[in-house]
């Protein structure tokens, strides 16, 4: 639920409340003004009635044309001439039903005569005005609905708009790319106090990712050069004369465990460099003939597998990219399908207008394929893998926006890059 | 310029070359003098900078070594320098980065080849054997190891003046076997002459044991001598005898 719709809702309860109470004092009000004005014309009318009777006692006679709003009597002599105002329900012989009335009543010494004269009028029924206001405050409340509605989405449009645009750009906020969070200010305190706290919150992290990327970097720069001076000294080491079989082994043991290290050293700064967007040339590769270079370059090693490799090459794909990490990345692939297949098993590859796929035999694999193209992640425990490849395939095509999924159906894994 | 001696299997001697090496770390410098020495070069070197400079400009070589991030200096400079006063020398640079652009950059300011460190001593040895045998012996570019004859420039390997064919991989194999005869070569070493320093190797070695043997059967099989010896736990050796 939307904060603003939150608070509309209470605003309409509150508001809902405060027009029941309007229309009980509006009832009131209502009946006391029209009570006011009711009696003054049942008074103007008596007057009117008595000034009527002063002339000619021809009323006595027009009485029953005027249903119940007029009766007049000639009585005895009375006491006093006071008059009598009050209601009283009669019969209506037009509408056939009982009627409320309002009556004043007087007696009256007029033209040496008595006079007992009842003045009414048919009350506005309190049904009638119940009605009326209710309908009045449904009405007033809609309208009431409807303003405030389209003042918020105004004002949610208007207002809020630095805080979606805060919002949004948290959200497409990556903590690789170097340039820290700017907002605009606003008049609105709370959004420029939450800007001021994610543009501090965003640059430290930035700060401390960098710190870190870089000292990783370093770390792996460093750890070449005693890395290169540990090769060479049991390199040099290997060719000393009368070794025995075991000292052999052991020197080979140290140097193939050295040898991973340093790849895997490269590998990793391979990966940062690519995640620092450190590789800039970018030249038109024809997929093509990068892939067919690279098959030709594992051939013998594809042949000596037993491995029948089948092109689909339906179009000429050229991509735009940097021809190292091009070939980073399709030696990566080529060396994948070979390095995963099965003994005399097949490599297809499928190039089209809008992206290329290997397709390679294999074994069924045990790990989660989501999480396949993350770092250390290898189908096989004991390999002696790095585990970094599909990464660095992963990566390389997050640079240059281009997709890659993995699926494994019929006996076969793909991985498949698309534009 | 030295005299090349010609020894009675035609084999050209590169004992008289002359090396310089440039580079800032003892430890490497001297792996890099011990192995180089026992091929035969005679090694200088320089530790800086500076230094390095001063013996280019003292001294004529025939390979300069030279690592990129020097005390004093990048090695580039130093190829340029060399580059235009002695134009006939060879050059090698070395770079702690895995890097393309100082590739380029190496290459472009006049460097004949590029390692990257960490590198395998044989390496450097057969890239100085190659890039020697180019600059210094322009019209005879031929291998010859006893009984076996080896032209680089057309692929082409001969034993007792009969043709022999190898896949292109086997050629490289035997090239870089002759250039490190009687050293131990490990299996990553070949693998990674014969297949580059690609990030997330194949690591089965056993392929290289098929790609050996195949090799050494169609050596053999043309009449040469068994020169391939397995060393136990290690790798290979091409033995001189």
């Known amino acids: 639920m939307k904060l603003l719709n939150r608070t509309n809702l209470y605003f ?163 903590v690789e790319r170097p340039e820290s969070l700017h907002f605009e200010r606003d008049v609105i305190t709370e959004f420029n106090e939450l800007a001021a706290a994610i543009e501090k919150m965003t640059s430290k992290i930035n700060q401390e990712f960098y710190t870190l990327k870089s000292f990783s970097e370093n770390a792996s720069h460093e750890t070449q050069t005693p890395l290169a001076i540990i090769k060479n000294k049991l390199e040099v080491l290997m060719q000393s004369p009368g070794l025995l079989e075991e000292q052999m082994g052991m020197i080979d043991t140290a140097l193939t465990a050295a040898n991973r290290l340093s790849k895997l050293n490269e590998a990793l700064l391979i990966l940062s460099r690519i995640e620092n967007r450190q590789f800039h040339n970018l030249e038109a590769i024809n997929i093509n003939e990068r892939i067919n270079y690279h098959l030709a370059t594992f051939d013998e090693l594809i042949r000596m597998k037993g491995i029948r490799v089948k092109k689909e090459f339906h179009d000429i794909l050229e991509v735009k990219m940097n021809s190292f990490l091009a070939d980073i990345l399709l030696e990566n692939l080529v060396v994948n399908a070979i390095k995963h297949n099965a003994q005399a098993g097949s490599i297809i590859i499928t190039i089209r207008r809008d992206g290329f796929e290997f397709a390679n035999t294999g074994e069924t694999l045990q790990e989660d394929p989501s999480r396949f193209f993350e770092r250390f992640v290898k189908s096989n425990p004991k390999s002696t893998s790095l585990g970094l490849g599909l990464s660095i395939v992963k990566a390389i095509s997050d640079t240059y926006h281009l997709t890659v999924r993995y699926t494994f159906s019929r006996n076969y894994h793909y991985i498949g890059v698309h534009i | 310029m030295k005299t090349l001696e010609l020894r009675e299997d035609h084999s050209l001697l590169l004992d008289a070359m002359k090396i310089l090496l440039v580079e800032d770390e003892e430890a490497l410098l001297s792996s890099a003098r011990t192995y180089l020495k026992s091929e035969g070069y005679i090694c200088e070197e320089a530790s800086t900078f500076a230094e390095g400079l001063e013996k280019i400009n003292l001294y004529e070589y025939d390979c300069v070594v030279a690592d990129i991030g020097l005390p004093g200096g990048s090695g580039l400079k130093l190829v340029q320098e060399l580059k235009s006063k002695r134009p006939e020398t060879g050059i090698i640079v070395i770079s702690a980065r895995n890097s393309l652009e100082d590739k380029i950059t190496g290459l472009d300011v006049g460097a004949d080849d590029y390692l990257t460190k960490p590198f395998h001593l044989s390496e450097l040895n057969a890239r100085l054997k190659s890039l020697l045998r180019r600059r210094k012996f322009r019209g005879n570019r031929e291998i010859i190891f006893h009984e076996i004859k080896i032209v680089p420039d057309t692929l082409q390997v001969w034993v007792n003046d009969q043709a022999l064919t190898l896949t292109r991989k086997e050629f490289d194999l035997l090239v870089y076997f002759i250039a490190n005869k009687n050293k131990v070569l490990t299996k990553e070493s070949i693998v990674e002459h014969l297949w580059g320093d690609y990030i997330d190797s194949v690591n089965s070695f056993d392929f290289i044991y098929n790609h050996v043997s195949n090799m050494r059967k169609k050596l053999i099989a043309a009449g040469a001598h068994d020169y391939v010896h397995t060393v136990y736990g290690m790798g290979y050796k091409f033995l001189d005898a």
């Open chain 1, 12 to 174: 309409v309860l509150a508001s809902l409340v405060v027009f029941c109470l309007g229309g009980v004092l509006f009832y009131f009000l209502f009946q006391l003004i029209i009570d006011k004005d009711f009696n003054y014309r049942l008074r103007e009318r008596k007057n009117y009635y008595i000034e009527t009777l002063a002339h000619s006692d021809s009323l006595l006679y027009f009485q029953k044309y005027s249903a119940n709003s007029v009766e007049v009597a000639r009585t005895g002599k009375f006491a006093d001439s006071t008059e009598t105002t009050s209601d009283t329900v009669l019969y209506d012989h037009i509408e056939k039903r009982l009627i409320l009335y309002r009556q004043i009543a007087v007696n009256k010494y007029l033209n040496h005569q008595y006079y007992k004269i009842y003045v009414r009028r048919a009350l506005v029924e309190r049904k009638d005005i119940i009605e009326g206001v209710i309908l009045l405050e449904v009405f007033l409340f809609l309208a009431f609905i409807m303003v405030l509605s389209l003042l918020n989405n105004q004002l949610s449009k208007k207002i809020w708009k630095p805080f979606y645009v805060i919002l949004e750009t948290i959200n497409t906020y990556k």
